[in-house]
């Protein structure tokens, strides 16, 4: 009998089985570890897949364009190593897999952590293929090398669409159309029953835009590094044509490393045009202000205008809301005081493009010496806009009189 008649289809594995019997040969595996299994350790557990795990974390975050207190649906999360990672991120993670078993044993690890016990992680098991969440849920869906195990991939490809806001991205990080196929997965459907199914991303980009994805796009980039002397390196630099041998190198290493690798984002609708200032991306303003000196006081007024690409939101909303904060630097632009003041800058939210008319008075400080008051603007528990590279307006008061509380509120 030749080799390729024992090859195992996949698709017979899916038919075999129903739902239920799927989930519960998953649910008899994970009981049987316990926290300190090598599967708790991800993406740690092993040097070589360490390396390969982040490359492809790295590669969802840039794609994803997280931000803190996106709603993330982590879709076939296994032990939540993932849902841990995002959760970090200031993320609110849904955490959802087949096997309660696996979601348990992930609670129990997250449990007996410092930090993650703190992380926002909720964990809900499937008892269908139907994803139990309304219509619009979440900011951001993950799936990191578990479409390939599911029984209806396309089913679920419409399953993210539809528990996705407007301006949503899935991201999913699957293995190639020739999975099922590698040695590996042969051995795992023939002893444990696992589905090893191939991932074709031509199929999946066509029914994502039948259910309401519209874009669709694969991230390309180096899993492995090339490694090169220092004259290799200066040449790859300065040869625009990428014709060096490091570049050369690089290229096949890239080929080569997908041949067996799917990155791929699915859009629903514009994600842009719903970024806001909880995404620190994006972070631009230009200040056109006047500056008035008082009796124990400095007054800014004019106009500030949102440069960048993203939403501001409101003072006084939440987190991301965007306010005028000012610090207190002494000599040679040292700072004394970081948070000095804060000062609302708009009731409601200021779209790309807009200005927005401010007057406001900060009391000096009652200290003598050369200082200066520096004018930001900041969204709360994400970023000084300085940080992107932002205006900002500094304001000399060394020779302003004092006697006002140091407090600057």
């Known amino acids: 009998m030749s080799n390729e008649s024992k090859m195992i289809d996949y698709r017979e594995l899916v038919s075999r089985y129903s739902f239920a019997e799927h989930a519960e040969r998953a649910n008899r595996y994970f009981a049987s570890l316990d926290t300190d299994a090598v599967i708790t350790k991800k993406p740690f557990a092993d040097p070589e897949e360490a390396a390969e795990l982040c490359a492809g974390i790295g590669a969802l975050l840039r794609g994803l364009r997280i931000f803190p207190g996106a709603r ?23 955490a959802t897999d087949v096997s309660a078993q696996a979601l348990e044993l992930g609670r129990r690890v997250n449990d007996g952590d410092l930090i993650a016990s703190r992380l926002s992680i909720d964990y809900v098991p499937l008892s269908e293929s139907k994803l139990p969440f309304a219509d619009g849920t979440f900011d951001r869906v993950i799936c990191f090398d578990a479409l390939h195990h599911v029984p209806d991939q ?18 999913l990080h699957e293995p190639g159309p020739e999975h099922s196929r590698h040695p590996q997965s042969q051995y795992e459907m023939r002893n444990h029953g696992v589905i090893e199914g191939d991932i074709r991303v031509e199929a999946l980009f066509s029914k994502a835009r039948a259910h309401g994805f519209s874009g669709a796009k694969l991230a390309v980039f180096s899993v492995a590094p090339v490694f090169s002397d220092l004259d290799g390196f ?41 970024m806001d200032s909880r995404s620190r991306a994006g972070l631009h303003t230009a200040f056109n202000f006047k500056v008035e000196h ?8 004019g106009q500030v205008r949102n440069t960048g690409p993203v939403t501001w939101l409101p003072s006084g ?21 970081f948070d000095y003041a804060r000062r609302p800058v708009s009731s409601h939210i200021v779209r790309p493009g807009e200005a927005v008319m401010m007057d406001v008075s900060v009391p000096y400080p009652g200290i003598a010496g050369e200082c200066s008051l520096v004018f930001d603007l900041v969204a709360e528990g994400v970023s000084w806009f ?3 590279g932002g205006d900002t307006v500094t304001v000399d008061i060394s020779k302003q009189p004092r006697g006002c509380p140091a407090s600057g509120e």
């Open 317 to 337: 909303s939440g987190l991301g809301e965007v306010n005028l904060g000012v610090h207190l630097n002494g000599p040679d632009g040292r700072v004394i005081q």
């Open 386 to 388: 300085e940080l992107n």
């Open 294 to 301: 008082l009796t124990g006081a400095v007054r800014v007024f």
């Open 154 to 171: 396309l089913g679920a490809i419409a399953e993210f669409a539809r528990v996705l806001k407007d301006g949503g991205i899935a991201a």
């Open 234 to 274: 200066n040449d790859f630099l300065a040869d625009s044509s990428l014709s060096s041998p490091v570049a050369c190198a690089l290229g096949q290493t890239v080929r080569d490393s997908f041949l067996a690798r799917r990155v791929f984002f699915l859009e629903k609708g514009d994600s842009s045009a719903h």
């Open 72 to 94: 993330v649906l982590d879709f076939g999360a296994g032990t939540c190593w993932l849902s841990r990672i995002f959760a970090m991120l200031g993320c609110e993670v849904t």
